[in-house]
T-cell receptor, first 112, second 113 residues
């Protein structure tokens, strides 16, 4: 079945460090891929998305490229800030279904 | 502010009890989704409604039920509560039957003692 696997956290980095959070997926066909972010005490918010192979989603300095050959959608940011501390969820939507499947989430903590 | 409202924010109850969680979707959104977030299980999809009709079912226990009313608000009913039902319950909404984007509420934290 369809599934999403993302790197386990917590991930702790210093401010201005480079961030990568790995995400791989299993799906038949061509799912849409997403990154959601959950700040403390809040619900999830869509961070970025990509709907087809080689698409790059970007927002707030974060980027992720839909790689069909490696079934991956890794999240990257060149210089993280303390305000980026949150839980990040990778997710996929398979077009014939009507629900988004989420990964288990990766907690990111940024030290000043 | 996502525009999705969930009440109550916190709920503490005892095992064996029944509770109702309420969700008002974003204005104009016809689909409502319920998710359970627990420490050991991550974010689990429970059920989706679209314009009053059940659209998709996930890992929802038989002790749980939901409905979407004509005004599009939704309620999630949890009965015969067990300690393991303690979790954050999120409601999300979207414009059509298929997301995205999903707009999430801030959740209801349920503690079963």
């Amino acid at each position: 079945g369809n599934s999403v696997t993302q790197m386990e956290g917590p991930v702790t980095l210093s401010e201005e460090a480079f961030l990568t959070i790995n995400c791989t997926y299993t799906a038949t066909g061509y799912p849409s891929l997403f990154w959601y972010v959950q700040y403390p005490g809040e619900g999830l918010q869509l961070l970025l998305k990509a709907t087809k192979a080689d698409d790059k989603g970007s927002n707030k300095g974060f980027e992720a490229t839909y790689r069909k050959e490696t079934t991956s959608f890794h999240l990257e940011k060149g210089s993280v800030q303390v305000s980026d501390s949150a839980v990040y969820f990778c997710a996929l939507l398979y077009s014939s279904a009507s629900k988004i499947i989420f990964g288990s989430g990766t907690r990111l903590s940024i030290r000043p | 502010d996502s525009g999705v409202t969930q009440t109550p924010k916190h709920l503490i109850t005892a095992t064996g009890q029944r509770v109702t969680l309420r969700c008002s979707p974003r204005s104009g959104d016809l689909s409502v989704y319920w998710y359970q977030q627990s420490l050991d299980q991550g974010l689990q999809f429970l059920i989706q409604y679209y314009n009053g009709e059940e659209r998709a079912k996930g890992n929802i226990l038989e002790r749980f039920s939901a409905q979407q009313f004509p005004d599009l608000h939704s309620e999630l009913n949890l009965s015969s509560l067990e300690l393991g039902d303690s979790a954050l319950y999120f409601c999300a909404s979207s414009v059509e039957g298929n997301p995205p984007p999903l707009h999430f509420g801030n959740g209801t934290r349920l503690t079963v003692t």
